[in-house]
C-alpha cells in the first residue's frame, strides 16, 4: 500500500530516531477503526512494516473494511465518462412546508408559524363579562 509507505516515509522524516514498531503504532492510529483493528488482531507481537502492509492489503481486498463509500458512476450512453455530482440532472419534486403545504414560503416565514399562540374566541359578551369580574 503506497499509502502505509507515504505515511512511513512522513513520520521517519519528522521523527527519525523513532522506532519502527513505533512508527507503525501510529500509521495504525490513522487508520480507522475497524480496520485498525482487524490490523492488530492479527498479530500477536509487533511485526515488520511489511508484515503490516501485507495484512492491510489482505483486509482490504478481502472485506470492505477501509474503503470509501463514493464510488464515481459511469455513463453507458457517453462510452465511459464520468458524471460528476455536480452535472447529474434533478429529479426532485418541489418541496412542500409541512405546516401550511404550500412551496412558497419556508419555514422562518409562514403564517401559520405566528398563529400557534393565539386564542380565538367565539362569543364577544363572554370576553366582556369576564372582563367585569375580573376589576371587581
Known amino acids: 500500500m503506497s499509502w502505509f509507505l507515504k505515511q512511513k516515509d512522513r513520520l521517519t522524516s519528522l521523527h ?10 501510529r500509521i495504525l492510529r490513522n487508520c480507522c477503526g475497524d480496520l485498525e483493528h482487524a490490523i492488530r488482531s492479527r498479530f500477536i507481537e509487533p511485526c ?3 508484515d503490516y502492509i501485507n495484512a492491510t492489503e489482505d483486509i482490504t481486498t478481502r472485506t470492505k473494511t477501509g474503503r470509501k463509500w463514493y464510488k464515481p458512476q459511469i455513463d453507458n450512453n457517453n462510452s465511459g465518462k464520468k ?5 447529474k440532472p434533478k429529479d426532485r419534486a418541489p418541496l412542500k412546508f409541512h ?3 404550500s412551496t412558497s414560503n419556508l419555514a422562518n416565514t409562514c403564517p401559520k408559524n405566528r398563529r400557534i399562540n393565539e386564542i380565538e374566541i ?4 363572554y370576553t366582556k ?8
Open 48 to 50: 515488520s512494516t511489511e
Open 83 to 87: 458524471i460528476s455530482r455536480q452535472n
Open 122 to 125: 367565539e362569543n364577544a359578551e
Open 99 to 101: 405546516k401550511c403545504g
Open 16 to 25: 527519525p530516531d523513532m522506532s519502527e514498531t513505533m512508527v507503525n503504532k
Open 129 to 136: 363579562e369576564t372582563n367585569d369580574v375580573s376589576l371587581n
